[in-house]
């Protein structure tokens, strides 16, 4: 568990040096990244569906992205972008595609709809945490 | 006096436009692209500014009354750093800080501007988070210098045919193709445990989870057209990493 969690945050900030994010955001950028994938393995460890588990826990990133685009004024993008990093489907998209070409169409397609759900269910929790900042800054207006 | 006139208008299109274009070819989400044009414009008083943003192209009109400009977009990756600049650009546009000409030489800055990590920097970085990415998949410890040593490989190798031929989806194929026969040579010397693992952690680097995820939120906002063809870019790329693998498989 700490492996992966120590895993994850390096893993996450090497992301960001790939797209090239400001320098001084690359600690919270695995930050996000390591908390992000501590919810999403606590969740399937309690026998919670994995999409549910990223849909929860990508959510958790859009919270936390803008909580830090705030607090280091920063846009949104940049945090949101690295903390998806662990959850997005890359495995499941390639053992579809190896199925795929070793005629296995039956397991093929049973890996893409998975990893189609899952990046929906990414985009759909980033959706959501947007929709529930707007509604709150509309209740109390920033001066 | 009509030439005074003519004039700002073709400057503030023209900055629209390269801040679209910056952001787009940056990997910005389209509603992105799309706001931050029409607040550049609505900040010099025109507030009834159209656009039309697909990933291979923008159309911008101004006014109702004006002409329309279109750009093009050839490539695209993704480059957190000018998304942010022309984000804080459009912000001083906004507030007054800076004048039209201003802004155009600061976004012209932006857009020649190297990434700002040297390229070894990058690969390392890329193969740390191969080997990260094979630990994280459940691999063994004994997986992570080969994940390693493949992810960086296939990294380096995916820039050197991008600058060779120019063509996206062979440099995917043949950094895959790269990465599968390495590994396979690593576990066949018993140098790594499984295949599978360290396959996975180092073509995370290529995957492109990003673009799936925001082809999704393209659709989901709305722009069908821009979540289609960004969701056509991804599965071409899944596609091309697929096959590199899958032809080693082949092989062996």
Redesign the interface.
């Known amino acids: 568990m700490i492996?992966?969690l120590v895993?994850?945050f390096?893993?996450t900030a090497?992301?960001?040096?790939?797209?090239?994010?400001?320098?001084r955001s690359l600690i919270q950028c695995g930050l996000v990244g390591m908390i992000s994938?501590m919810a999403y393995i606590l969740l399937l460890e309690y026998d919670v569906d994995s999409i549910l588990a990223t849909l929860a826990a990508t959510f958790l990133v859009g919270v936390i992205s803008q909580t830090f685009a705030k607090y280091y004024k920063?846009?949104v993008?940049?945090f949101s972008?690295s903390g998806?990093?662990?959850l997005?489907?890359?495995?499941l998209?390639?053992?579809?595609?190896?199925r795929?070409?070793?005629n296995d169409y039956n397991e093929a397609v049973h890996f893409a709809v998975q990893?189609f759900m899952l990046?929906?269910s990414?985009?759909?929790g980033?959706?959501l945490s947007e929709v529930l900042n707007q509604t709150i800054r509309k209740k109390n207006p920033l001066p | 006096m009509e030439i005074k006139l003519e004039q700002p208008t073709y400057e503030v299109i023209g900055v629209c436009l390269l801040a679209g274009k910056i952001m787009l070819r940056s990997g910005a989400e389209t509603y992105r692209v799309e706001d931050t044009m029409a607040r550049i414009a609505s900040s010099f008083g025109f507030t009834n500014s159209n656009s039309y943003v697909t990933p291979t192209g923008i159309i911008f009109q101004l006014d109702k009354a004006g002409s329309a400009q279109l750009i093009q977009i050839v490539t695209r990756t993704t480059d957190l750093r000018k998304v942010v600049a022309v984000n804080s650009i459009s912000r001083q546009l906004s507030t007054g800080e800076i004048s039209v000409q201003e802004a155009y030489t600061l976004l012209h800055q932006v857009d020649i501007e190297a990434h700002a990590f040297s390229i070894w920097l990058q690969i390392i970085a890329a193969s740390i988070a191969s080997g990260c990415f094979t630990i994280m998949f459940q691999g063994k410890w004994l997986d992570f210098i080969p994940g390693m040593i493949c992810g960086g490989l296939g990294y380096c190798a995916l820039i050197y045919f991008h600058h060779l031929v120019r063509v996206k989806f062979f440099a995917e194929l043949m950094a895959s193709f790269l990465i599968g026969i390495v590994s396979f040579l690593l576990t066949s010397a018993g140098i790594g445990q499984s295949l599978d693992k360290i396959i996975i952690g180092s073509v995370m680097p290529l995957v492109p989870g990003l673009l799936i995820t925001n082809a999704v939120r393209d659709l989901m906002a709305g722009h069908l057209v821009s979540g289609l063809s960004r969701g056509a870019e991804a599965f071409l790329t899944a596609f091309a990493i697929g096959t590199g693998i899958a032809v080693v498989f082949i092989i062996f």
């Open positions: 492996a992966q895993t994850c390096i893993a090497a992301f960001a040096i790939l797209f090239n994010a400001p320098k994938w920063m846009p993008i940049i972008v998806i990093i662990p997005v489907p890359g495995g998209a390639y053992n579809a595609m190896r795929f070409v070793q990893a990046s929906g990414i985009a759909l980033l959706i």
